[in-house]
């Protein structure tokens, strides 16, 4: 299986502040990750596609990049609701996701 | 706008088979693959497999020989069998509709989610 990590494991951060998560995968998986936000007594909800396409709905301050092994999310501006644990997901073999990254309030 | 409801028994004694349904609104169910993610108590995300309508199915190769998936068209429900449960099988259970092609595939739309505690 294609073992996937994030970094930090957590991170705390202002309101306005602008905020990267990392995801690395064991191998490459060219451009097939997937990113989620989580929050607590709550179902994942869907944010991103094939490293960087938003879904629809979602704010335009969220942005992924990265291609291979190395991936990231960004909130260029971190609002009150975006506190909440992210987890990326590759899809490029037998699907899995990473530990998550929670992001709190400072 | 597609609407998930899981649904089963909370509790399942070790030994036994974990039997959920997932009720599927709002899309017709014939279209899409449909898959169960599960969430152990403060835990990260499993994926458990996916399953279509006309019963193709793939599973996650370390869970594959306990679990069935399968899809009820007249009732719009997709239905998840995990056999010879144990207490590592505590977890909350998920559906999702799968989207996407080739390797870019993700889950765009999920259930509450419901949560099954196997103990005797």
């Known amino acids: 299986d294609i073992q996937m990590t994030q970094s930090p494991s957590s991170l705390s951060a202002f309101v306005g502040d602008r905020v990267t998560i990392t995801c690395r995968a064991s191998?490459?998986?060219?451009?097939?990750l997937n990113w989620y936000q989580q929050k607590p007594g709550k179902a994942p909800k869907f944010l991103i596609h094939?490293?960087?396409i938003l879904q629809s709905g979602v704010p335009s301050r969220f942005s992924g990049s990265g291609s291979g092994t190395d991936f990231t999310l960004t909130i260029s501006s971190l609002q009150p609701e975006d506190f909440a644990t992210y987890y990326c997901?590759?899809?490029?073999?037998?699907?899995?996701f990473g530990p998550g990254t929670k992001v709190g309030i400072k | 706008q597609v609407q998930l409801q899981e649904s089963g028994p909370g509790l399942v004694k070790p030994s036994e088979t974990l039997s959920l349904t997932c009720n599927v609104s709002?899309?017709?169910?014939?279209?899409?693959?449909w898959s169960w993610i599960r969430q152990p108590p403060g835990k990260g995300l499993e994926w458990i497999g996916n399953?279509?309508?006309?019963?193709?199915?793939n599973y996650n190769p370390s869970l594959k020989s306990r679990v069935t998936m399968s899809v009820d068209t007249s009732k719009k429900q997709v239905s998840l069998n995990l056999s010879s449960v144990t207490a590592a099988d505590t977890a909350v259970y998920y559906c999702?509709?799968?989207?996407?092609?080739?390797?870019?595939?993700?889950?765009?739309?999920w259930g509450q989610g419901t949560p099954v505690i196997v103990s005797s």
């Open positions: 191998q490459n998986i060219s451009n097939s």
């Open positions: 094939a490293t960087s």
């Open positions: 399953v279509y309508s006309s019963g193709s199915s």
């Open positions: 997901q590759q899809s490029y073999s037998v699907f899995t």
């Open positions: 709002g899309a017709p169910i014939r279209s899409y693959y």
């Open positions: 999702a509709r799968v989207l996407g092609f080739g390797v870019v595939v993700y889950f765009d739309s």
